[in-house]
């Protein structure tokens, strides 16, 4: 139950430029969910992934993300910030073609904590989808 406090709060659920997407199973159990912002740059923003623990290495997370990128498809760049010693989380990125683009550190509840910032180039692998379905040899 706790790990339902990672939830957004109510106000980014009513943003329109926010996509929320949740994972159920098929007895209607919440799996996990993912939030993604749509930027003014055109890029999009992974804002929060979160899956259950006890359904983590299940692709609950991968099919998350990929619903996600589906809802913005014309988003040539899909970034996300990460926590550096989530040792996890940066190796989940990383097996989905997150790169790391720089590094910050910001201060959550008092707290300074490092961040990862990590990137997904979009526009090269559909121009690359195009490119294939366009070719005739």
């Known amino acids: ?9 109510e106000s ?7 996509t929320f997407l949740l994972a ?19 890029d999009a923003y992974v804002l929060r992934l979160y899956v259950r623990p006890s359904d983590q290495r299940r692709g609950v997370g991968a099919a998350l993300l990929g619903a996600a990128i ?7 760049v899909i970034r996300l ?5 989530n040792k996890k989380a940066v190796a ?9 683009s720089g590094r910050k550190k910001e201060t ?10 990590m ?6 692998r559909r121009r690359d989808q195009v490119f294939r379905l366009g070719s005739t040899g």
Do not use: C, T, Y
């Open 81 to 85: 910030d990460v926590e550096a010693g």
């Open 119 to 124: 990137e997904k180039h979009l526009a090269e």
């Open 70 to 76: 589906a809802e913005v498809p014309l988003a040539p």
């Open 92 to 100: 989940f990125w990383g097996k989905h073609e997150f790169r790391e």
């Open 12 to 18: 980014a659920l009513q943003d329109p430029s926010i």
């Open 108 to 117: 959550v509840a008092g707290v300074e904590i490092s961040l990862i910032e």
């Open 24 to 42: 159920w199973n098929d007895v209607r159990v919440l799996l996990g969910f993912i939030a993604v912002r749509a930027l003014r740059s055109g």
């Open 1 to 9: 139950r706790l790990w339902l406090d990672a939830l957004p709060p």
